[in-house]
Each structure stands twice: as structure tokens, then as C-alpha cells.
């Protein structure tokens, strides 16, 4: 039976409340998870816990910090079949609740993943280029638009 067991509830944000920094409500729900999972866990030991991150490796990492962790253990509905190897970087045994062979998410999925949590070096590049990308091909739409009701007007 563990000693201690810190429980780490990420904030579960959505792609677009990330781009909006709208993460109060995730991190409320995140608290609301950790006080069940405390509770459900009083029994097992003494139970603290955070909620915090969006990103699930960032809020192990900061847990770290301040508990001495000798395993992390992974539960929850939404969990990313990729986080138990991106936890392995830890150095500590790495084990999973959920059942074994989940399918994996495709590349270009994951990408998305890492891009929506903030987690790849280049995201704010990417955002400004697919902003400034979106933005052109609006412009372009609308130019050609523009030129056709010109043309069926005979004005051009």
C-alpha cells in the first residue's frame, strides 16, 4: 500500500478555448476531478494532488518539482494513447489503467494535438503562418469575386 500518492489533474482545454486563453472553466473542472480522485483515493493512503497544465506532461513535470514520485499512473477517459511514452522521458516505471491497445491516432492527429496544447516549439509560428495563409486566400476569394460581378456586369 503507497504512503503518498499526489494526484495530477490536467486542465482538459479545447482547441479553440486554448487559441482564446479561455482556460478558467477547464481548470475548475480539472479541481472538481482532483477532489474525486482524492476522495476515491483516501483510503489507499495519504492523497494530495494539483490541477493545472493543459499539457499532461507539463503538469507531471511540475508535479515532480515537489513529490518524489517512484511511478506515475495513468487514468481517465481522455487520455492520449501517446502519453505513456512521452512520461517515460521521467525516468520512472510508467504504467496505464486503461485497457492495452488502444488505437493510436494517426500523425497528422497527434500533430494537431501538440499544436492545440501548445506544446511544439514552433506553434506560434505555425498559428501566425496559417493566420497570415487563411487571410490570403480570403483576399483571393474575394478579388476573383469582386472581378466576377464586375464582368457580368460588363463594367470590365
Same mark, same amino acid.
Given at each position: 500500500? %503507497?504512503?503518498?500518492?499526489?494526484? =495530477?489533474?490536467?486542465?482538459? =482545454?479545447?482547441?479553440?478555448?486554448?487559441?482564446?486563453?479561455?482556460?478558467?472553466?477547464? !481548470?475548475?473542472?480539472?479541481?472538481?476531478?482532483?477532489?474525486?480522485?482524492?476522495?476515491?483515493?483516501?483510503?489507499?493512503?495519504?492523497?494530495?494532488?494539483?490541477?493545472?497544465?493543459?499539457? %499532461?506532461?507539463?503538469?507531471?513535470?511540475?508535479?515532480? !518539482?515537489?513529490?518524489?514520485?517512484?511511478?506515475?499512473?495513468?487514468?481517465?477517459?481522455?487520455?492520449?494513447?501517446?502519453?505513456?511514452?512521452?512520461? @517515460?522521458?521521467?525516468?520512472? %516505471?510508467?504504467?496505464?489503467?486503461?485497457?492495452?491497445?488502444? %488505437? !493510436? @491516432?494517426?500523425?497528422?492527429?497527434?500533430?494537431?494535438?501538440?499544436?492545440?496544447?501548445? @506544446?511544439?516549439?514552433?506553434?506560434?509560428?505555425?498559428?501566425?503562418?496559417?493566420?497570415?495563409?487563411?487571410?490570403?486566400?480570403?483576399?483571393?476569394?474575394?478579388?476573383?469575386? =469582386?472581378?466576377?460581378?464586375?464582368?457580368?456586369?460588363?463594367?470590365?
Amino acid at each position: 500500500m %503507497p504512503g503518498r500518492i499526489h494526484v =495530477v489533474a490536467p486542465a482538459l =482545454v479545447g482547441p479553440l478555448d486554448w487559441l482564446a486563453t479561455a482556460e478558467d472553466r477547464a !481548470r475548475l473542472e480539472a479541481e472538481v476531478r482532483l477532489l474525486e480522485a482524492e476522495w476515491t483515493l483516501a483510503d489507499e493512503g495519504e492523497v494530495d494532488g494539483s490541477a493545472g497544465e493543459a499539457d %499532461p506532461v507539463q503538469a507531471v513535470e511540475d508535479a515532480l !518539482r515537489g513529490f518524489p514520485a517512484d511511478e506515475i499512473l495513468i487514468a481517465g477517459a481522455a487520455v492520449d494513447p501517446d502519453l505513456e511514452q512521452a512520461l @517515460r522521458r521521467f525516468g520512472l %516505471p510508467v504504467e496505464s489503467l486503461e485497457p492495452a491497445g488502444r %488505437p !493510436r @491516432r494517426s500523425a497528422v492527429y497527434r500533430a494537431f494535438r501538440s499544436l492545440a496544447g501548445g @506544446r511544439g516549439n514552433a506553434t506560434p509560428f505555425i498559428l501566425f503562418a496559417g493566420v497570415n495563409g487563411a487571410l490570403l486566400l480570403l483576399g483571393v476569394l474575394l478579388s476573383l469575386l =469582386v472581378l466576377a460581378v464586375l464582368w457580368l456586369l460588363g463594367d470590365l
